[in-house]
């Protein structure tokens, strides 16, 4: 019984980075898509390719703050982990169905407080691990703004010179294969490492692994192929705000967003901080669009995201906690 | 006769600048480092952005 409970929670975990993977597919490939450089269908192929290469690259620190990181590992259990999960699938279907483009991490993050919470007490909060993925809430789309803004800078002063106008447009519309290659890495390195933080929790909850167990190539490699098969599926609401609501952008400004949002992600995946794709390529294109004038920037748009983020983990965590009574009652 | 939108952009910089900064305190002591760049980043970013209203204003 309790192994058929093990498998089926796995199965959720993989279906939940599959919505994730959807939920964000616009997140990789909105500037590509709003800046015409590839078609919508080619353009998810290949963000969801490097998705699933990112195994390869940048490590599983992600991996580990989620299944140590958020609550103690000792009050994990399979209805914890189903409590979390039911919390994060609702709060995204619910942002995706409004066309908002909400944070998949912290939905999950707030999942696994709000379920451990009405477990065992605020005293399994790991403040350390909540410190760090809290402050990093802000400071995503803070870096990501602000490397954004300086990539646009610094791209407009290299081709303040150029003469040929039509010959910089298609130098850019390539170089943003480039910069959205490195975005959806990124991308899939930081959250497909959430649903590996999930499984690696469930297997060490249920005895299956040690405290100490690194995360096992399988759960990888399954975790990886969810997240490109649901970025081949994505959700196109969400592109159409993503690409054309914030901002309008040229290829030249694709490239610096997604070149701001890869960095911040590398950095983020190889330091284990789970932030929000969402959060910092808004935030890179919103320091693009600064570049002209902050009127070029949707403020409207931005002020909608910025109440999805504020309510993400609350939403989340009152889902779950929701969920955990009523198996509990059921139980 | 058309008002011109306000170039609010170093307000805004100074205010994530101040932002960044009230969030060192509360962030893990590996990371504070990362506020306190982010902070001295929206200073030059809102400096600049102030210089250049005033310039574009003359």
């Known amino acids: 019984m309790e192994q058929t409970a093990l498998f089926g929670v796995i199965g959720l975990a993989l279906a939940f980075d599959f919505v994730n993977g959807f939920h964000d597919a616009a997140n990789s490939i909105a500037t590509v898509v709003a800046t015409r450089v590839l078609k919508p269908l080619h353009a998810v192929a290949w963000a969801a390719f490097w998705n699933f290469i990112a195994f390869a690259v940048l490590g599983t620190e992600v991996a580990k703050t989620i299944a140590k990181g958020v609550v103690d590992p000792s009050v994990i259990s399979i209805g914890v982990i189903f409590a979390g999960l039911v919390g994060a699938i609702f709060w995204n279907v619910l942002t995706a169905y409004l066309g908002l483009p909400s944070s998949s991490s912290h939905a999950l993050v707030g999942g696994i407080l709000g379920a451990g919470i009405t477990k065992a007490g605020f005293g399994v909060v790991v403040v350390d691990g909540i410190r760090k993925t809290g402050v990093f809430i802000v400071w995503s789309p803070l870096v990501g703004l602000a490397l954004g803004m300086i990539a646009m800078l610094l791209l407009m002063w290299i081709v303040a010179r150029a003469t040929n106008i039509g010959r910089t447009n298609r130098v850019f519309r390539k170089l943003q294969l480039v910069s959205a290659a490195a975005f959806s890495l990124g991308h899939g390195a930081n959250d497909a490492q959430k649903t590996m933080g999930i499984i690696l929790a469930l297997l060490i909850g249920a005895g299956r692994l040690g405290p100490e167990a690194d995360v096992p190539l399988w759960v990888v490699l399954s975790a990886h192929t969810a997240i490109g098969l649901g970025t081949l599926f994505g959700g196109w609401k969400i592109v159409k705000t993503m690409g054309n609501k914030l901002t309008r952008l040229q290829p030249m400004g694709g490239v610096a967003a997604e070149t701001a949002a890869a960095i911040t992600l590398f950095f983020t995946s190889a330091r284990g901080i789970p932030v929000s794709t969402t959060h910092t390529i808004t935030g890179a294109i919103v320091g693009v669009g600064t570049t002209r004038r902050l009127a070029a920037v949707r403020w409207g748009v931005a002020r909608r995201v910025l109440w999805a983020w504020l309510l993400t983990i609350p939403g989340s965590a009152l889902v779950s906690a929701g969920t955990y009574l009523l198996l509990e009652v059921v139980k | ?58």
Not at chain 2, 6 to 25: M, N, P, Q, T, Y
Not at chain 2, 35 to 40: D, I, K, R, S
């Open chain 2, 1 to 58: 006769m058309i008002e011109k939108p306000k170039d609010r952009r170093a307000r805004i910089f100074f205010a994530f600048s101040g932002l960044s900064l009230l969030l060192v305190e509360a962030s893990p002591a590996d990371f504070r480092w990362v506020g306190l760049t982010l902070c001295v980043a929206y200073l030059v970013l809102g400096a600049a952005s102030w210089l250049d209203l005033r310039s574009r204003a003359r």
